[in-house]
């Protein structure tokens, strides 16, 4: 176990509609990271935020959005889904930023149908 | 631009065998991290290693161990005397300086038949 969670472990969903992706960090961590993987892109890096504030971003849709709370969780929302964006969701906590290990949650499996 | 490669798509062994999975790396920076991910069957990415640019020093933790040659820009690992449990798709990811943003080699999944 990571200590990273997400939820929900599951979602499908039809396309055009819209969905949010929990994820809580590890105790501690101020850094939550977003990736994406799929059978023909593999494992991308979508999105970082650190302490609440976006720090890098990636090839991520401009359909997606993502923030981070106070608490530090943060919630990835993904809109106008395409067939395209099923793919399994990671969310990964450091406790700073570069050359910290990433540790990743479960993950969300994501199915637009 | 960052780029990782596993050219090893699929690797089979028999129980006990030794398997080597390579990563081949680009990068403009001096300063970086590299990284080996496990994903077993189950789905999630497990945190095996990281080694930043300035130490080249060979590491073993148990049946693993790793090669880091930044004169061939290459981070190979090894599993010696293999077993079921270590069939995954293992990944080899690379994070430059001005961020941490991983970037993920394609994954090469080995299984190991008993």
């Known amino acids: 176990d990571s200590g990273v969670t997400q939820t929900p472990k599951h979602l499908i969903t039809a396309t055009g509609q819209r969905v949010t992706l929990r994820c809580s960090p590890r105790s501690g961590d101020l850094s939550v990271y977003w990736y994406q993987q799929s059978l023909d892109q593999g494992l991308q890096f979508l999105i970082q935020y650190y302490n609440g504030e976006e720090r890098a971003k990636g090839n991520i849709l401009e359909r997606f959005s993502a923030q981070q709370f106070p608490d530090l969780h943060s919630e990835l929302n993904l809109s106008s889904l395409e067939l395209g964006d099923s793919a399994l969701y990671f969310c990964?906590?450091?406790?700073?930023?570069?050359?910290?290990?990433?540790?990743f949650g479960p993950g969300t499996r994501l199915t637009v149908t | 631009a960052q780029k990782v490669t596993q050219a090893q798509t699929e690797i089979s062994v028999v129980e006990k065998e030794d398997v080597t999975l390579d990563c081949v790396y680009e990068?403009?920076?001096?300063?970086?991290?590299l990284f080996w991910y496990k994903q077993p069957p189950s789905g999630e990415l497990v945190f095996l290693i990281r080694r930043n640019s300035f130490d080249e020093q060979n590491e073993i933790s148990g049946r693993y161990s790793w090669n880091f040659q930044k004169s061939t820009s290459s981070f190979n690992f090894t599993i010696t005397a293999s077993q079921v449990v270590d069939s995954a798709v293992y990944f080899c990811a690379l994070s430059e300086a001005g961020g941490n943003k991983l970037t993920f080699g394609g994954g090469t999944r080995v299984l190991v038949k008993p």
């Open positions: 990964a906590s450091s406790p700073q930023g570069f050359g910290d290990e990433q540790y």
């Open positions: 990068t403009r920076d001096t300063t970086y991290y």
